[in-house]
């Protein structure tokens, strides 16, 4: 059974910053996309970042590039998001998902964490 796990939330003020973490099990997933979405409240899934396990290579969503980064530790099956310079509007709960299409859709993924929530105060 495929697990993602997310970690690594919480509450901190504008400017901080937090590293989320995905951990997963269930197989491994060093050929596909992992990605990562948020959705706040009222609003719709959106696209984060994605990173190709196996090349590396790094998409961002334009609201939060310069700020997050995307990477993942192939021996550990974990994909993290670090997170700098935190905003209010960056509140929302993060997701991880797993895929194989470097998509910036949410249906083009197949595999889902619970979330974790992140909420950033001014």
């Known amino acids: 059974q495929v697990q993602l796990v997310e970690s690594g939330g919480g509450l901190v003020q504008a400017g901080a910053s937090l590293r989320l973490s995905c951990a997963a099990s269930?197989?491994?997933?060093?050929?596909?996309?992992m990605g990562w979405f948020r959705q706040a409240p009222g609003k719709e899934r959106e696209f984060v970042a994605n990173?190709?396990?196996?090349?590396?290579?790094?998409y961002y969503a334009t609201s939060v590039k310069g700020r997050f980064t995307i990477s993942g530790d192939t021996a550990k099956n974990t994909t993290y998001l670090q997170m700098n310079s935190l905003k209010v509007e960056d509140t929302a709960v993060y997701y991880c998902?797993?895929?194989?299409?470097?998509?910036?859709?949410?249906?083009?993924?197949?595999?889902w964490g619970q979330g974790t929530q992140v909420t950033v105060s001014s």
């Open positions: 990173i190709r396990r196996s090349s590396g290579k790094t």
């Open positions: 269930g197989r491994t997933f060093s050929s596909a996309v």
């Open positions: 998902a797993a895929g194989w299409r470097e998509s910036v859709q949410a249906g083009q993924y197949d595999y």
